[in-house]
Every structure is written in structure tokens, then in C-alpha cells.
DNA sequence: GTCTATATTGTGATAGAC
DNA sequence: GTCTATCACAATATAGAC
């Protein structure tokens, strides 16, 4: 993966993947990804035949990835804390990797929601079993209950909003001594893991 | 407000609102707002005299009131507890109204970070007073202290998110059993309540 | 496979009648 | 103030040489 010398349809796939991302699919410009790719406009369309169907590999391809790290769940040779403990390290690597792509994703949905949908019934990676998991444990492993769906909300809001609001918080953070990029991530993480701990209390 | 008949320029403006928070700066169709506001493209010309400044008008009145609701912070007749629980209260008002508000904001602010500094410059309303009223706080109402940067970013990100993520959450909570226009809205301000008592105990 | 050149359609903006 | 018609240019897409 990410070797230096690419093939033109990986080097279009990674410039459309960041144009995208950055203005979405109305807002993106063929011309804009070519340049970013380092090729004309021609070779685009040469290997996809329109801007559609190049939208559609890398919106597919991020749904994937989007979905993939959240299996470690369901993983049940762990305790469910493990898991969650796992499953925040996880988010916080993709969401390193991928900062834009939740965004992405949900203002996609917000415009096409029948698209999304379509695409969602042919993954094949489950999604959402994060409230059954743990209805399952608070059985299993005794745990004090809580609301399930309401956890899954203030999970993953703690998670995603400070990625989503990265330029703001690049900015702002600065300005109380705190690099995003340098201990202030790790220590939102950790805020994450207290959270955890709260509820797990 | 909202007077079923409104001048142009105000149909004109609540459907440029519409589009530009939809589709971004960069995706918005000035036909598709013509066509919101029932009227034709020569007429959202006649008014604004480009895109940019139609475009002006709306992003100007989306910040305003983005830091307008955190004034409440700034109230020293109330004690820091009480006065975040209003925060809260104040937040999901207004991201009930405008739901994709904060998404807006922040896409065009990494489209275009120039753009944001140059406008939040002219901003009377003082932003991020959070982070000092709590450090006050914390010594005037001899409260045992936590980090209160981690705590703003964790109040923002349990606040937002639900919003922001509405498109996907409508269709999630209900296979749940929960209706996102219904309680579980409600449901989630307590949780986020519940966390700020968390910290404050 | 990759390019230049060009066709075709879409989009912001204006002119001018009413 | 509001409309229709149209212009100028930008963007997607294709043709055809190499």
C-alpha cells in the first residue's frame, strides 16, 4: 500500500478521494481532481467513464472503511469495556487517517439519502451492533444496565465531532496551549475513556 | 417573524439559507434557490447582485447566531452548574432550528479558513468565554477543578453531533424503537446533562 | 494509455420588455 | 419588481492523434 509509484487509476482514485471530500460531489471539479492527480481531464473519464461513477468508487470505498473498524465489538473473548476501550482506539486511528470522511459520509446522506441507503444493503460488514452487544453483556457480564442507544450516541459524538470540527478546533486549541495534532487529540481520547469508565462504573 | 407573506427579499433569503447549507458555496445552484423561493434567477440577481454576496448575507446571519446562544455563559447570577445546563438547553434550541448549521459552518471554514477569520474578526458577540468563566469558577465556587478545554470540546461534541449526524440517526434510532423528533432528542439533552453533572460532583 | 482539441451542456450574470 | 430571453464562460464529456 502506498507505494511511491502508483498506477494513474490509484493516483486518481486517492485525488478524487481528497477533492471529494473537501467539496463533495456537486461541489468537486473534474478539473481540479485531474490537476491533483497530476493528469488532464481526458484520463479521468478515460478510466471512469463519468463523475458519477468516480464519485461512487470512492464513496463506496469509504463506507467500507467507515464501517470496518467497528467489528472489534463484537469480538467476545474480550469483556465489553475491553472492546470499547479497543473500539476508541480504533475510531481515533481511522479518524486520523480519514478526518474528513464522517462528514463526508453523513453530507452525502443528508443530500441523497435513497443512495445511501442503496449502498448501505450491499455492504456486507453489519452495522450498528453496538446496542445489542451490550444488552447481551449487561447480562452476561452482570453490569449495572444502562440506556444502550443513548451510549451509542455519546460515543460516537465524542469521538467524530472533534475531527468534524478540526479546522475550528485547530485554531482554538492553540489558543489554551494545546496542539491538535500533538497532545490535544490524545487527550480528548483519553476524556473518551473516562466517559467509558463512567458509564462502566 | 415568519409572516406567511413575506417580502421577496426574505423568501429570498430563507431559500438561499436552504441551498447553501445543503450543498456548500461551491454546490449550490442559484436556479435551485430561484426555484426554492418560487421565483426566477433574474430576481435573486436583482437583490444580491452575485452569488457571493447572496452567499454573504447568509453566512453572516448563520455565525451571528452560532455564538449568539453562548452568551448565557457569561452570567454571573448564576452559579457555573446552572448555567451550563442552560448552555445545554440553549444549544438544542437552537440546532433544532438549524440543524445543519454547524456543518455548514465548518465545511466552508475548511474550504475557506481566510474567509471565517476575516468575518469572526467583525463579530461583536466574544467567543470561547467558556474556557475562562469555568477556570473562574472553579476557584470562585470552589469547585474541584478538571480540564476545561477537554470538557468544552466533550460538551460540544455531545451537543452537535446528534445534529449533525441527524440524517443517519432518523433512520438508526427508529430501528431502535426511538423517534429522533419525538424523545429521543429530549433523551439525548438529559444525557449530555447528566455528563455535565459528572464533572460537577 | 495519454494527450490536445472540441463538442455539449450547465451556470452565473445581464439586457430589456412589461 | 418581476419576467423572458440571451450572453459569456465554466464544466463535463467525447473525438481523434500519437
Known sequence: MGSKDSTTEEKVLEAAKEVFMKYGLYGARMQ???DTAGINKA?????????????DAVFDGALEKYFAQMTVIGDKSMPIKERLMQYVDNMFEFFSEYPQMS???????SINPEMFYEKVKSLKTQKSLLV?????AFINEKIEPFDPVLFMVNLHSLCAYPFLAS????????K???DWD????DKIKQSVKDFISFKFQ
Request: hydrophobic content about 40%; charged content about 30%.
Open 32 to 34: 481540479d481532481i485531474a
Open 43 to 55: 484520463l479521468l473519464h478515460y478510466y471512469f467513464r463519468s463523475k458519477e461513477k468516480l464519485f
Open 103 to 109: 462528514m463526508f459520509i453523513i453530507k452525502e446522506i
Open 132 to 136: 445489542p452487544t451490550l444488552q447481551e
Open 167 to 174: 479546522p475550528l478546533y485547530k485554531v482554538m486549541l492553540k
Open 176 to 178: 489554551h496551549g494545546y
Open 182 to 185: 500533538g497532545e490535544a487529540k
